[in-house]
C-alpha cells in the first residue's frame, strides 16, 4: 500500500523544486546569452565557437530537467498546481533556451561581424524577463505574491514590441543606402529580429501561465 501511495503522491515543494532549477537553468542562459551579444564584435572565432557551447551546454541540461518533470508528471497524480500549467512551464522554458542557443547559432552561420544595437537590446530585455520569471517560480513555492514578476515581464514585453517595429521600419527604409545595396543583409537581420520577437514573446506567455495560476489560486 505505501508503495501504491508513493506513486501517486509526491511532496509539494519538489515540483516547485524541478520548475525553479529549470528556470535557474533558463536564467544562466539568458545571461550567457546576453554577454554573447554585447561582447560579438570583440570575440574571435574561437571565443565564439566557446561562447555557443556554453548555450548548448545549457540547451542539454534543460532538455534533461524537462524529462524529468514530464516523468514526475506521468509518476504522479497529485500536483501542487495544474498539470497543465506544470507542464506549460516546463515547455515553454525549454523553448525558451532552445531559442536562445539557435539565435546563437544564427549569428555564427550568417557570419555577421557584429551584433546591432537593436539585438544588444532585446538580448538584454530577454535577460530581464528571464529574471523575473525565475524570481516569480521562486515566490510561487512560497507561497508569496508574484505580481509585480509577471506584470514587469509585460512591461518588457512592450518595451520589445516598440523596439521591433522600429527596427523593421529602419530595416526596409529605402533611404538606407547601405541596407539598400546589401539586401542579403536585410534577409538575416529581419530573421533574427523576428526570432527574439518571438523570444520575448514566449517569455510573455510563460508570465501569462504564472498569472493564470495565481489566478485559479487566489
Not at 544595437?117 to 530577454?126: A, E, L, W
Amino acid at each position: 500500500m505505501k508503495r501504491i501511495k508513493e506513486f501517486f503522491l509526491l511532496k509539494d515543494d519538489a515540483f516547485f523544486d524541478m520548475l525553479f532549477n529549470l528556470a535557474e537553468c533558463a536564467h544562466g542562459c539568458a545571461g550567457e546569452f546576453d554577454r554573447f551579444l554585447q561582447d560579438f564584435e570583440t570575440l574571435d572565432a574561437g571565443q565564439k565557437g566557446m561562447r555557443l557551447r556554453t548555450l548548448n551546454g545549457y540547451e542539454k541540461d534543460g532538455d534533461v530537467l524537462v524529462r524529468t518533470i514530464s516523468e514526475e508528471l506521468y509518476r504522479h497524480f497529485i500536483t501542487p498546481i495544474d498539470r497543465e500549467d506544470i507542464h506549460a512551464l516546463a515547455s515553454n522554458l525549454d523553448t525558451s533556451i532552445d531559442l536562445m542557443e539557435d539565435i546563437g547559432k544564427k549569428l555564427l552561420y550568417y557570419r555577421l561581424d557584429a551584433a546591432t544595437p537593436i539585438m544588444k537590446t532585446q538580448s538584454g530585455i530577454v535577460k530581464l524577463q528571464v529574471k523575473e520569471i525565475r524570481t516569480a517560480i521562486e515566490r510561487m513555492k512560497k507561497s508569496q505574491d508574484v505580481t509585480t514578476e509577471y506584470r514587469k515581464v509585460f512591461e518588457l514585453e512592450d518595451q520589445a514590441d516598440f523596439i521591433y517595429e522600429k527596427a523593421m521600419t529602419e530595416l526596409f527604409d529605402p533611404s538606407n543606402e547601405e541596407l539598400a545595396a546589401n539586401p542579403l543583409n536585410v534577409i538575416k537581420l529581419k530573421d533574427l529580429y523576428d526570432e527574439l520577437e518571438d523570444l520575448v514573446d514566449l517569455n510573455q506567455r510563460l508570465a501569462m501561465v504564472i498569472e493564470g495560476i495565481v489566478i485559479k489560486h487566489v
